[in-house]
């Protein structure tokens, strides 16, 4: 019996405004690829729905129609397609696209336009992808496939149970997952009516959010069972300053909300990672001091392999903490430490940065914009990584760095402080240590950690203790996959 035999039947519609690789803009985009096909294997039937961009039209080969739209409400007439994802494991999940020109057929971002701009038409882009979503999963589906529970992503999802609250028929549990409760999808109250929502909905419980409508306040209303990206994020986003106004209704359905950390995808494995100079593993570190020595050729950086060099690869925003990183990075540059930034953002942030690399030739390098060959290499050639961020509901990157033997430097916060165990002479001894945590969200703190880290990195028996405890690690999506099935079955359980 193989192992997705070995389970009960559900069905599953994955509604996503984005998925790796044909489009993504963040960890939402890789996860609406690893954990549809980690869930496979755990006999969970999974379909994806998501708009037909350019780019997931373009990507896709043998599409077929399956169901047609007619015109409603402010939503123009659309086409279902069904297809498959055509890389790796992830080919075996089939996906169903939203073909609406009118809507999706746009040079720019799946949110934004050329100009960085939000489209003006974002309700009735991500409103359609919600109506749509709402009814492939009730029994007004023209489909014969019909879904046990329907897995909504952030507010671009969120009207689905909504739309399934106010159907009269049979319908699928829904679960809204939040990836990041700062994105809400706030629109103008008149976008109740344009979404064909009715006029009642637009109240304290309903969609309505301080004077307009929330998309994310909507989901997070209706749906019958909640998850965020990590149990920390779970239990902060309950109060403020990280429940942004929602607090309120979130603290009311505690009881609902479950906390599971995001796994992340076997590209990320220095033993086979193609982007690399030399692959490396636990057993043999040895391909990880070729890979900082080319990283540093590759930026500019004075060739040393006994200088700590701290990476990060990121958006340079205020909510990632680069703020707080410029006021100590001449500190770290004295310690003395290398310093190495791949990321877009801000324009400030971007210019501080550039100006302070230019200050300090060949001991800090900036690249702005994102190279997916150099963010491995940094992973890879970094000694630590940095993420000093205000939040984070889950994070990716200090995980990637563990599986890379470059302990994370983290702000306790979100994900962070669920994936990385500080290091401490007791957690070094008992082997759990993994990277370095500072918990109050200043230049001191953040700079003591700093000085602890390359304390550490300087005793050779220390740090590669810590590297391989990091290494070690399983964070793949199977554990994630599990405990997204079990939740699967409580609502089907609920609902029956």
Request: glycine fraction near 10%; hydrophobic fraction near 40%; include cysteine.
């Amino acid at each position: 019996m193989t192992p997705a035999q070995s389970y009960p039947h559900l069905d599953v519609l994955f509604i996503t405004p984005e998925i790796h690789p044909l489009n993504k803009t963040g960890g939402l985009g890789e996860v609406s690829a690893a954990l549809p096909t980690a869930l496979s294997e755990f006999g969970v039937n999974v379909r994806i729905l998501i708009p037909g961009y350019p780019q997931i039209l373009n990507g896709l080969k043998n599409k077929q129609k399956v169901a047609e739209f007619a015109a409603q409400s402010s939503f123009p007439a659309a086409t279902l397609l069904s297809a498959r994802l055509p890389f790796g494991a992830s080919g075996n999940v089939p996906l169903f696209i939203i073909d609406c020109p009118e809507l999706y057929w746009r040079d720019g971002g799946p949110y934004t336009d050329p100009r960085g701009h939000n489209w003006p038409d974002n309700a009735i882009r991500f409103g359609l992808l919600s109506k749509i979503g709402a009814i492939l999963a009730c029994d007004a589906s023209p489909l014969d496939w019909h879904p046990d529970i329907v897995h909504c992503n952030d507010w671009q999802s969120g009207l689905v149970p909504a739309y399934l609250h106010f159907h009269k028929g049979a319908k699928a549990a829904s679960l809204m997952v939040i990836h990041n409760l700062a994105f809400q999808g706030v629109f103008s109250p008149e976008t109740v009516s344009q979404l064909g929502l009715p006029q009642s909905s637009f109240h304290v419980q309903g969609v309505e959010y301080y004077g307009g409508m929330s998309f994310l306040k909507a989901g997070l209303y209706y749906c019958d069972h909640i998850v965020t990206v990590s149990p920390t994020y779970a239990r902060e986003i309950q109060v403020p300053p990280l429940g942004f106004g929602m607090e309120g209704l979130l603290s009311l359905r505690r009881e609902r909300i479950t906390g599971i950390v995001n796994g992340i995808s076997d590209e990320w494995d220095p033993i086979n990672d193609p982007h690399l100079e030399q692959n490396y593993s636990m057993d043999d570190l040895s391909g990880k001091v070729i890979n900082k020595t080319v990283l540093q050729q590759q930026l500019g950086l004075t060739v040393d392999p006994d200088v700590p060099l701290f990476g990060a690869v990121s958006r340079l925003t205020y909510q990632k903490g680069y703020d707080l990183l410029l006021r100590i990075v001449t500190q770290l540059i004295d310690i003395p430490g290398q310093l190495v930034i791949l990321g877009s953002g801000e324009a400030t942030l971007e210019q501080e940065l550039m100006r302070m690399a230019r200050n300090h030739p060949g001991k800090m390098a900036v690249r702005i914009g994102f190279d997916e060959k150099l963010a491995h290499l940094i992973e890879a050639g970094a000694d630590s990584f940095l993420m000093p961020s205000r939040f984070e509901p889950c994070g990716l990157n200090q995980m990637y760095s563990q599986c890379y033997g470059t302990p994370p430097l983290v702000h306790g916060t979100g994900g962070l402080l669920d994936t990385v165990v500080d290091y401490t002479p007791e957690s070094l001894a008992d082997g759990t240590a993994t990277g370095f945590v500072f918990h109050e969200l200043t230049p001191e703190a953040f700079l003591g950690a700093l000085e602890r880290a390359v304390a550490a990195y300087r005793d050779k028996s220390v740090w590669r203790r810590l590297m391989r405890n990091g290494m070690a690690q399983d964070f793949s999506w199977r554990a994630s996959a599990a405990d997204y099935r079990k939740i699967y079955l409580s609502l089907l359980h609920r609902k029956r």
